[in-house]
């Protein structure tokens, strides 16, 4: 007969291999030291997560500050709807509405922005939330459209931290808020996801339920509680039980909120053993020549220790990134279609999305892979002397890697809707804290930047341009120094250039004031360009008290009927308006990344490694 201890063992044995990677894999020389891992997800059949592996105070960064990179009018350019699934594109599961980012919904008609390492790996749970997302500022790492080759070649958009919302334990699974309208846009995916107010409509349930005599009989009790949790009725409440006859005992006494948050830690040990470790690589300004931001060692990096773990969006047509002119008629006028959109001109290839310059590919392949990992994306180019190269993860180390997709045709990765890919940066050599991680990207890249650099001459008017970075502070220090914004008078005499727009931020304290913070960094909600626009609105600078440097502005606030058309505008003067308030914004399409001689290639993936199943292009 077999004892019931022997059926829990082999319970716990399936969940410890179901839950974590083979055993093979090997816990590194870095390992020792890292604040931060990537490992398998505390949530089931969630993936990847990310973990703390040392406490973190209230208001304290987690990791290190990750790029945002912009992808712009990506449904227009494929003529269809990412989210329907017209064509192919895999981050729509992990990019980032422009309104989370600052400045970047000024960009284009339609953005959105790709942010690696904790902008895309951590998962959401609405009753767990413990870090949210800082703002983001925007600058073009020293480099001017006038003299650098590299303008436009690379994001502007950086410093997005990871912040914690509350004290973390050491283990704890990091946990953002991505929206409850993530999850209801994937309801035929995901099902029905619990939501914040899920939990609360799910406590009276476990409190019922607890209310039940059932004569000592547990397995009854069991028995029912799983009826109840597999009952065909779906719905987000009943996804917010706790999912064994256990876990709702413990819940009983603690409240689920307390059972999910014991579930979401795992032990550092763990960690270690079964985890990548994710903040070997900080961001700093780089040593090469025109290339902005690199990445930089935390820790010594011993050879052939894994620098940083890659997780791999595909993109199995590159053609998903060109972008394309418009149609237009004899009198050089946009043609519209019956819905009064623009058609595009899919003859006129106008460029490609500054994506590109941060994905992998192969001259004989349509297929893009796009790293997000923790801090690859600033890693730069070395062609002589890299001091790291990229290889597939070890079958013993995978997380989320699928060997079997290296034997499949790219038409067997466009039917793929979530990644089963994985590189992994390796040290070629002994790395020290500090130094900049380089690699190889190829010869085919080596060639088009030289032939880049030999071509190239700035656009015409590049001298004359001043980027909005050029203009803005963020909080009070930071403008002591900072640009005095002109008053209307000034700019009658002394106007901004064409593409710079200003515009006032503040928050509101109540249905009347507006309030101003300490500093830009405090908005939560920057709102969209539309008629629910309540934190944000163009301004003029009326006047300026140059003792104080505070501005009395005129805002333009927006008026709609109830059919969301856009009808007037008020006219609203507000006094002591900080200086960091006040922002320079670039209008659309005027940002160095639409330059007409903006660099673009993306990254070669060695030809020793790349499948041949892969090579579509031969």
């Known amino acids: 007969m077999t004892s019931v201890r022997s059926i829990r063992r082999v319970v716990w044995t399936t969940f410890l291999l179901i839950n974590a990677p083979p055993s093979a894999a090997r816990e590194s020389s870095t390992a020792q030291t890292c604040a931060l891992f990537m490992a398998p997800s505390t949530i089931p059949n969630a993936g990847i997560g990310v973990f703390t592996a040392i406490n973190v105070k209230e208001g304290e960064q987690v990791g290190y500050p990750d790029l945002a990179i912009p992808v712009t009018d990506v449904d227009w350019h494929n003529g269809g709807n990412r989210q329907e699934g017209d064509y192919h594109w895999l981050w729509k599961n992990y990019d980032w509405l422009s309104s989370a980012i600052g400045h970047l919904s000024f960009e284009a008609e339609e953005v959105v922005a790709c942010i690696p390492g904790v902008g895309a790996m951590p998962n959401c749970h609405f009753r767990l939330s413990n870090v949210r997302e800082s703002f983001t500022k925007y600058d073009t790492a020293t480099l001017h459209r006038s003299k650098d080759a590299g303008a436009g070649a690379i994001s502007g958009y950086s410093g997005r931290e990871g912040i914690a919302l509350r004290d973390l334990r050491e283990g704890s699974e990091i946990f953002v808020d991505y929206g409850e309208h993530w999850f209801t846009l994937r309801e035929n995916v995901l099902g029905l996801v619990p939501v914040a107010e899920s939990y609360t ?4 349930v476990l409190e019922k339920f607890h209310t039940l005599d059932f004569n000592g009989q547990n397995d009854a009790k069991a028995d029912l509680w799983a009826l109840i949790k597999d009952f065909s009725y779906k719905s987000r409440s009943l996804a917010a039980l706790p999912r064994t006859i256990e876990a709702s005992n413990r819940a009983i006494d603690v409240g689920i909120k307390e059972t999910e948050l014991e579930a979401s830690i795992r032990s550092v040990q763990w960690l270690k053993q079964n985890g990548k470790c994710l903040d070997n690589l900080r961001p700093g300004m780089s040593s090469v020549d025109g290339a902005g931001r690199g990445a930089f060692a935390t820790r010594f990096i011993p050879k052939g220790d894994i620098v940083a773990p890659a997780p791999l969006v595909h993109i199995p047509y590159k053609d998903a990134l060109s972008l394309f002119g418009e149609m237009k008629d004899e009198d050089g006028f946009n043609i519209l279609s019956s819905e009064g959109i623009t058609i595009r001109n899919t003859s006129e290839v106008r460029g490609k999305q500054l994506l590109l310059n941060y994905c992998f590919g192969h001259s004989k392949s349509t297929l893009l892979l796009c790293p997000y990992g923790s801090g690859t994306t600033y890693i730069n180019h070395n062609h002589k002397s890299p001091n790291v190269k990229i290889v597939w993860t070890e079958e013993s180390k995978a997380l989320i890697h699928n060997t079997t997709w290296l034997q499949q045709s790219v038409d067997f990765l466009e039917d793929q809707l979530s990644p089963g890919l994985e590189f992994d940066y390796v040290a070629i050599r002994n790395i020290q804290p500090d130094e900049e991680v380089l690699l190889d990207y190829g010869k085919d890249w080596e060639d088009a930047w030289r032939a880049h650099l030999k071509n190239w001459k700035p656009v015409e008017g590049a001298d004359k341009f001043v980027d909005a970075s050029q203009l803005n502070c963020f909080d009070d220090d930071e403008c002591k120094g900072a640009h005095v914004v002109r008053t209307h008078a000034e700019q009658e005499v002394n106007p901004y250039t064409d593409n710079l727009w200003i515009w006032c931020y503040f928050s509101y304290e ?39 440097m505070v501005y009395s502005v005129e805002l333009v606030v927006p008026v709609y009927d109830d059919y969301m058309a856009h009808v007037d505008d008020l006219l609203v003067e507000v006094q002591n308006v900080p200086r960091w308030a006040i922002q320079f914004v670039n209008r659309q399409y005027t940002s160095d990344m639409y330059l007409s001689n903006a660099f673009r290639h993306e990254m070669m993936i060695p030809d020793k490694i790349f499948p041949k199943a892969w090579k579509n292009l031969e």
């Open 510 to 548: 109540d249905e009347r004031e507006m309030t101003w913070n300490i500093e830009l960094d405090e908005w939560r909600n920057w709102g969209e360009f539309n008629g629910d626009n309540k934190f944000r609105y163009p301004c003029t600078p009326l006047s300026r008290n140059d003792a104080s």
């Open 201 to 204: 409509l799910a406590e009276p």
